[in-house]
């Protein structure tokens, strides 16, 4: 019961990081283009974030037992999996590096799952085709293939969006352009918050719903007092009293801030103006929607850092700062096996430890 209480306060403190982490991933260019300052625009996001988070568990369920075999976790594999995406983010944080915290958690179940099976791959479904559903289930389906093609969906999206704008308003003046994009960007930023919130916040309401699960089917909920009774889930499945804490929780830490990752995101990447912050903002709200509708746990930060690459190169290749991309490339890239072998790395630990 102890330890279940423990992987509560640790996926509550990732929840949080995610949070900050990734509060900039919604407001980053509201705050750049100057249509908000940070203060109003990380509020704003709080707000929307907390309303998206109450919007479907979809997403939720993918993690909680749609990547791992839910029957071979442990209360030990949860905590494990926390501890490689907390290392992570609060890693990439301190560099300003914009990762995913959702591929962060991912991996680290991933190598969690994998040590507590003792190596057998099995444990992690690849990919499942579900008759139900008539569609494919799994890490290949739902992780893999989205990671590759979500960036290249938001970065040709966002410029093809902005190749229209400058076709629709060739002729309008730049006062008119920022003046009516200023505004337009308050409805984009506040939708992109919501679609953080509809995605983001879900992860953490799958690893709590798994963790309740793994307890009731270790017996560690077999004696709970009768107040705590609502703890007891012999079936997976995500509680409204799970998504208002998580949702508070992202909440809580989108009002902390992120101004590291707002710097890169917003200043260092491309210089943007309202209209451009008007585009990458809307390209990576539908994206992000989209993969929350089929309960596929997008990584926002890749969607909306391809979309501001995609607006800065529809004014020139040149307009972006390709050496900085390539240094967030590579976090994208090693998010996913670094956290997996801290999660295995973590688990293998606690075993040792007798946890």
């Given at each position: ?257 992120g101004w590291r990752i707002i710097k890169t995101m917003g200043h260092k990447m491309v210089k943007l103006q309202p209209v451009h912050g008007f585009a990458a903002e809307t390209t990576a709200a539908i994206v992000i929607q989209s993969a929350s509708h089929f309960g596929i746990p997008l ?57």
């Amino acid at each position: 019961m102890t330890l279940f209480f423990i992987v509560l306060f640790a996926a509550l403190v990732f929840e949080y990081i995610n949070g900050f982490h990734d509060a900039a991933n919604a407001i980053a260019t509201v705050v750049s283009t100057k249509v908000l300052s940070p203060r109003q625009a990380i509020m704003m996001a709080a707000f929307f974030n907390l309303f998206g988070a109450l919007m479907g568990t979809a997403v939720a369920t993918t993690i909680g037992k749609g990547l791992v075999d839910a029957q071979t976790i442990t209360m030990a594999t949860v905590l494990a999996a926390l501890i490689g995406a907390i290392v992570w983010n609060l890693f990439t944080w301190w560099l300003g590096l914009p990762s995913s915290s959702s591929h962060a958690l991912i991996g680290g179940l991933c190598g969690a799952a994998l040590a507590t099976a003792n190596n057998n791959w099995s444990v992690l479904k690849w990919s499942v085709y579900n008759p139900a559903k008539h569609a494919g289930e799994g890490l290949w389906p739902k992780i893999v293939l989205p990671m590759i093609t979500s960036p290249v969906i938001g970065f040709a999206g966002a410029a093809l969006l902005m190749w229209l704008i400058y076709l629709l308003f060739r002729k309008a003046t730049p006062h008119f352009v920022n003046r009516t994009f200023g505004k337009l960007q308050l409805v984009s930023a506040a939708w992109m918050g919501f679609s953080h919130g509809t995605n983001d916040a879900q992860k953490t309401m799958g690893i709590i719903a798994l963790a309740l699960f793994t307890g009731t089917q270790a017996g560690s909920f077999d004696h709970l007092p009768g107040w705590l009774e609502f703890l007891r889930t012999p079936e997976f499945k995500v509680e409204p009293w799970i998504m208002i804490v998580c949702a508070l929780t992202m909440a809580a830490g989108t009002a902390g801030g992120g101004w590291r990752i707002i710097k890169t995101m917003g200043h260092k990447m491309v210089k943007l103006q309202p209209v451009h912050g008007f585009a990458a903002e809307t390209t990576a709200a539908i994206v992000i929607q989209s993969a929350s509708h089929f309960g596929i746990p997008l990584s926002t930060t890749h969607v909306i850092s391809s979309s501001i690459m995609g607006v800065g190169a529809s004014k020139r290749l040149s307009a972006v700062k390709w050496g900085l991309v390539s240094r967030i490339v590579w976090a994208w890239v090693l998010t996913l096996p670094v956290t997996g072998l801290i999660g295995y790395l973590s688990c293998k630990l606690l075993h040792w430890a007798g946890v």
